[in-house]
């Protein structure tokens, strides 16, 4: 992105074809947003994205640009994201302004995962459109555990191995399944949230396992 500083006498043009187009525009509201930082975002927002189109097959309009703003103060957060249930967030995707606030973590990896959980509601706002809130919140916290490596990624299920038998249903998990797919609006975010979040991770891990599951 940057021209040498010596004259140079030859040069390659490398051109990648095939992948969706996405623009990323990444900034700080009240925090000094370090390079490696927006590097990072980018990089986010393009690989759950590249999973959309091609496992998926979800694409969008061409050109298509995410706004993600990091923010360091509780108050200014609030504020930016409205009141309610978001303020106490450590994300929120806000469709009216398109833009993706996360709040600045300790820990750069949990403020990334968080990232990639909002990226994922942006993505499926601007793509796909109105989905059941468990299968919204299902794929964004399956995407929220994508580790982005060269052109492809991994997600490690056996890390959350305990919680998941912690949520996991009795019997064959038909009642609970109806269960969770009936919850509807604010439904969802109230009593027994965690459990909740990761049985919807569940099932969208359980479909993403192969074609049958994706094509679902």
């Known amino acids: 992105d940057q021209p040498p500083a010596t004259p140079v006498s030859g040069h390659r043009v490398l051109e990648v074809r095939g992948l969706p187009d996405v623009k990323v525009e990444a900034s700080g509201y009240d925090v000094n947003l370090p390079s490696d ?57 806000v469709p009216a302004q398109h833009t993706i606030y996360v709040r600045l973590q300790t820990d750069e990896e949990v403020a990334f995962s968080i990232l990639r959980h909002e ?16 299968l919204n919140e299902g794929l964004a916290e399956y995407f929220r555990r994508y580790r982005p490596a060269g052109m492809g990624g991994q997600i490690d299920v056996t890390a959350d191995h305990d919680g998941l038998l912690a949520a ?21 975010y109230t009593a027994d949230r965690d459990r909740r979040y990761l049985r919807a991770y569940a099932l969208i891990a359980l479909l993403m396992r192969d074609t049958a599951g994706t094509a679902a």
């Not at 927002?45 to 995410?66: C, E, K, N, Y």
């Not at 993600?68 to 995707?93: E, M, Q, T």
């Not at 009642?175 to 609006?185: K, N, P, T």
């Open 119 to 134: 990226i994922t509601h942006a993505l499926i706002y601007e793509r796909v459109g109105a989905l059941p809130v468990p």
């Open 168 to 188: 996991a249903p009795s019997g064959d998990g038909s009642e609970a399944l109806v269960e969770l797919m009936a919850l509807a609006g604010t439904d969802f």
């Open 37 to 93: 930082l927006q590097r990072r975002a980018i990089v986010d927002a393009v690989a759950v994205q590249r999973v959309f189109h091609d496992t998926l097959g979800i694409d969008g309009p061409s050109h298509a640009t995410l706004k993600i703003v990091f923010v360091g103060d509780a108050g200014a957060y609030a504020r930016l994201v409205g009141d309610g249930v978001l303020a106490a967030s450590p994300g929120a995707f």
